[in-house]
């Protein structure tokens, strides 16, 4: 069974720091490139980051870039989401996906698989 399950977020204040995870089973993880996405409620889903499994390459949203870094523990088919310097506009629903090939994809359409999806709020 597919999964990717999610853990970490919560409420932080502006400028701080919070992590997310997303550890994959179920699928063959380092074919594939996991992207962090965010939702906001009427708005659509929109990429933050990605991660390919296959040659390491990464991709940061210009919202985001400097302050997130995504990572990911072969040894625990895990990839996580290193948030700093937290913003207010950064408040939303995060989700982890999967998508094979490897490439760099940042569309979430093109994504095959999701996890639950967890809360973060930036207080102000």
């Known amino acids: 069974e597919v999964q990717l399950v999610q853990s970490g977020g919560g409420l932080v204040q502006v400028g701080g720091s919070l992590s997310l995870s997303c550890a994959a089973s179920?699928?063959?993880?380092?074919?594939?490139?996991i992207g962090w996405f965010r939702q906001v409620p009427g708005k659509e889903r929109e990429g933050v980051s990605c991660?390919?499994?296959?040659?390491?390459?990464?991709w940061y949203s210009d919202t985001v870039k400097g302050r997130f870094t995504i990572s990911s523990d072969n040894a625990k088919n895990t990839v996580y989401l290193q948030m700093t310097s937290l913003k207010p506009e950064d408040t939303a629903v995060y989700y982890c996906?999967?998508?094979?090939?490897?490439?760099?994809?940042?569309?979430?359409?093109?994504?095959?698989?999701w996890g639950q999806g967890t809360q973060v709020t930036v207080s102000s």
């Open positions: 179920g699928f063959p993880f380092n074919d594939y490139t």
């Open positions: 991660i390919s499994r296959t040659d390491g390459s990464t």
């Open positions: 996906g999967a998508i094979l090939p490897g490439v760099i994809i940042t569309t979430p359409e093109q994504y095959d698989y």
